[in-house]
């Protein structure tokens, strides 16, 4: 199938849907390199792990 057979408003949301993919991508790479950059500087540490820290134990 080459593009000259599907129509305009098809190849519009084909490049949206492309757009919107890549996006996403974009998003949960900065948010795991934001994550693994502060894990490694030890400045991030998860949600019980940090209770537990305050608790003592």
Same mark, same amino acid.
Do not use: C
């Given at each position: 199938?080459?593009?000259?057979?599907?129509? /305009?408003?098809?190849?519009?949301?084909? *490049?949206?849907?492309?757009?919107?993919?890549?996006?996403? =991508?974009?998003?949960?790479?900065?948010?795991?390199?934001? /994550?693994?950059?502060?894990?490694?500087? *030890?400045?991030?540490?998860?949600?019980?792990?940090?209770? =537990?820290?305050?608790?003592?134990?």
């Amino acid at each position: 199938m080459s593009l000259n057979n599907i129509g /305009i408003r098809m190849r519009i949301m084909l *490049g949206l849907a492309v757009i919107l993919v890549l996006a996403a =991508l974009s998003a949960a790479n900065s948010l795991y390199q934001n /994550i693994s950059v502060k894990y490694e500087a *030890g400045k991030w540490l998860p949600h019980g792990f940090r209770r =537990l820290k305050t608790l003592g134990t």
